[in-house]
């Protein structure tokens, strides 16, 4: 007995949502890169179809293939992202990677010295002004 195997049509909203999740983007995040809002990608991730021209947008954005949302699977995802980890060379710029040019410790340590110097200054204004005040009280006497 034959069974027959019954096709469910591709849900590209659905598609869009996982392949989305798989690569770690938020929802925000994309709709900031879109220049749209969160519930508009909510929206679409709910919708069934979409046009080609949306697709290919949210395609570019998460760095991706339209062909690559339209066939989606996890299997497939996880493969393609940990290849897309492998070959990554430095920075990633292409979806919502963040690339750092300054090593945030140096930053953290570069504003901690800043407010370091600000406390010595304000301490050596404040001892010559104690120190003017005291020699002011001693020439009256």
């Known amino acids: 007995m034959e069974t027959a195997?019954?096709?469910?049509?591709i849900h590209l909203g659905d598609h869009v949502r996982r392949m989305r999740t798989a690569l770690g983007v938020k929802q925000a995040s994309l709709a900031s890169e879109l220049g749209t809002?969160?519930?508009?990608?909510?929206?679409?991730e709910q919708e069934e179809e979409m046009d080609?021209?949306?697709?290919?947008?949210?395609?570019?954005?998460?760095?991706v293939t339209p062909e690559a949302i339209e066939n989606f699977t996890e299997?497939?995802?996880?493969?393609?992202?940990?290849?897309?980890?492998?070959?990554?060379?430095?920075?990633?710029?292409?979806?919502?990677?963040?690339s750092y040019t300054f090593n945030p410790i140096d930053k953290i340590v570069e504003l901690y010295d800043a407010l370091l110097k600000s406390e010595r200054e304000k301490n050596e204004l404040l001892e010559k002004l104690m120190?003017?005040?005291e020699s002011n009280s001693a020439s009256r006497v």
């Open 5 to 9: 195997v019954r096709k469910r049509p």
């Open 52 to 63: 080609k021209a949306t697709l290919e947008r949210i395609a570019k954005a998460l760095g």
């Open 75 to 98: 299997e497939g995802a996880m493969f393609n992202v940990q290849t897309l980890h492998d070959n990554a060379s430095g920075n990633l710029t292409s979806g919502n990677f963040n």
């Open 37 to 44: 809002t969160q519930q508009n990608i909510s929206r679409i």
């Open 131 to 133: 120190r003017e005040k």
